[in-house]
């Protein structure tokens, strides 16, 4: 009796550091179940982000996940954008994000624009817009996972020189809260009960008015396919305001939450990716 042969699966190339030490994260955990989950529907193979560059002509679909900061291999990232701009090569997440992908200028022009998000200014003369707090946190517009990050003084605050550097006000917060989207489609949300352990997430039961506030954020974004995680404080007042929206490479604590909610995201990735393949 004649077999049918199996129907040649795609190719995926997987970008992700399993190496990468995080705060309060294995990132090699959640890429090694992501990868694992998918293999059914891709032939796949991992690949460290500074390797990329011999293999991304023979990928169907080119897949950028839990690589760590960019700015440690920051000429190899910017030469990966520059090969694939115009390429034609299918990129998950594609690279027309205004967000994180582009470093944390956004914050200062989301505050500008009067949107729900920690005050944040890049110049000493606009140092009067901010809030008065007790510390200011000053970030690296090009910083990740703390990398040039400090706390200062009202005092201290007035000699930061702002090269290529951002302020804002340390917020008194009830929790940090994160809402995960594929495409434009809402997944799922968790949070850190704990202000204190910002990565011990469970699983957050968001209201419509919690997920409409994280959509004005994703709507404002330039992201047509790809996974972003927009980061959000609780305010003492109840108020959400925006920390962060990861367009780039967002760890999703898809561990964390519930099964259900982890099966219905591969699920709805599966049904992205093939989407992307297709278009």
Sequence with gaps: MLHKESPVRPTLLYITNLSYQAKGRVYYEEDLFITAQLRDAFQIALCHPQDTAAFEAAADVIVFRNTGPVLEYREAYLA?????AGSGAKVFNDLNGKADMRGKQYLVDLTRAGLPVIPSVDCRDDLDRLPAAVTYVVKDKDGADSIGMAFVSPAELVQVAFDNTLAQPKIDFQYEVSFY???QAFQYAAYAP???QRWRMVTYPATPSDIAW???FIDWNTITHGIQRVDACRTQSGELLLV?????NPYLSLLDVTADLRDAFIANLK???TRLLTA
């Design 194 to 196: 704990d202000p204190a």
């Design 244 to 248: 962060e929206l990861e367009d780039l």
């Design 271 to 273: 049904a992205a990716l």
């Design 80 to 84: 990966f954008r520059q090969r694939l």
């Design 214 to 216: 994280a959509r004005q």
């Design 181 to 183: 989207f594929i495409n």
